[in-house]
């Protein structure tokens, strides 16, 4: 959102993509937090699934130009030198329901407070948020680096739906993560 606020109108982007990259000089830089937070995520996709249709439809945003192309299932970005692979992180989905309540309150929320110079404030940042497409992608500077983060997520993937596996996910996750090339 903050890149869309810097195009001036009539100019607008048609879409964002961001690049998450956990690669330092020397290893990986990671967090358990985002680690446990992919495995629960795993663990409990029904059950998020479930949710989010019991919830009422939301409007969609317009977005002017083409809808963004669907492309390789890995790629390779020359300019910024890494190989890259679509994240399915909640950061898409925050950035989508953000843009449809903008749709049906473009002034944003209401705050908890009343003051009229606040409420000035938050209209005049959110009036400026221009509708964009959004992806996030993680990435790495080398191919053996992408295939060591599918075998991470292929593994959450299979061991995250099992209480004993998922257990043993969190209790060791170094042995599960394969990206340290």
């Known amino acids: 959102m903050f890149n869309s606020r810097q195009w001036v109108s009539p100019a607008a982007p048609n879409r964002v993509e961001a690049y998450l990259s956990l690669e330092s000089d020397k290893n990986i830089a990671g967090d358990f937090g985002t680690f446990e937070s992919a495995v629960l995520g795993v663990a409990n996709a029904n059950k998020l699934v479930e949710l989010r249709r019991s919830r009422p439809k939301r409007a969609r945003p317009t977005i002017p130009g083409p809808l963004p192309p669907k492309g390789s299932t ?18 898409a989905t925050v950035v989508r329901r953000t843009l449809s309540i903008l749709t049906e309150n473009p002034n944003g929320l209401e705050g908890g407070s009343k003051d009229p ?17 959004f992806g996030v992608k993680i ?36 042995f599960f993560q394969f990206w340290r090339v």
């Open 117 to 133: 110079k606040y409420a000035e404030k938050r209209s005049s940042f959110w009036s400026t948020i221009k509708h964009a497409h």
């Open 139 to 174: 990435a790495t500077k080398n191919l053996l680096g992408m295939i060591g983060i599918i075998a991470t997520g292929i593994s959450i993937g299979h061991l995250g739906s099992f209480s004993f596996e998922r257990w043993l996910l969190l209790k060791f996750p170094s």
């Open 74 to 91: 890995i790629e390779h970005q020359k300019q910024i030198g890494l190989w890259a692979i679509k994240l399915p992180s909640t950061d």
